[in-house]
């Protein structure tokens, strides 16, 4: 309906005028019984049970018009077999550049970003350092340090490790334990950061 044909029936109209308007706006037999039991108690009844018809016919074409553009919703794949989770399956984002800053001095690093929640690091003379959100049963993890925002920190030995990326890590602007696995027999060339699945090849 028209702005233009809603303002005049809103300030008192002609039956027949309102007829016409019935006519091009389809309404239910009860609706149209409502608006004959109004006719006669004047402009003012008129308009609020007018509002009322409109109030429900645009719903009611609303709803129509969301429930044509849905796609079909599919059931589940059989072919996906259910696995366990684990704290490899945690979403973890690293954005790179990244740089590390071992006791406070920066020092260049290659780094190797691959699927999984696992973070590690190698440093040259003491080996790989393994860093965990979550301790591991059966391994040997304890809680050394912590990860904030975007910047992974730790200790050990005397040193402070700090991994500053260009990112949230796990949740803007949140704050979380940091468990740590010391290898000190897995020696590499130069400093490299990475993050993997726990038990691929590249951590054990």
Known sequence: ??????????????????????????????????LSAYHCAGGKCMRSVIETTLLVGIVAAGAFSQGQGHPEIAPANPNLVPQDFTVDDIPISIKLPFKLFVNGKPHPAGWHIHEGSTMWLGVPNRG??????????????????????DVISFQDGGNRYEIRTSGPI???????????????????????????RLGSCTLR
């Open 128 to 149: 790989m350092y393994i860093l965990s959100v979550m301790p591991r049963a059966g391994e040997d993890f304890h809680k050394a340090g912590a990860i904030r925002n």
């Open 1 to 34: 309906m028209a702005l233009r044909e809603y303002a005049t029936l809103g300030c008192g109209c002609e039956w027949s005028e309102l007829c016409g308007l019935v006519r091009r706006w389809p309404l239910s037999g009860l609706e149209e019984r409502r």
């Open 170 to 196: 796990l949740g803007a602007d949140r704050a979380w334990n940091l468990y740590v696995e010391h290898l000190p027999k897995m020696e590499m060339k130069g400093p490299l950061f990475g993050v993997d």
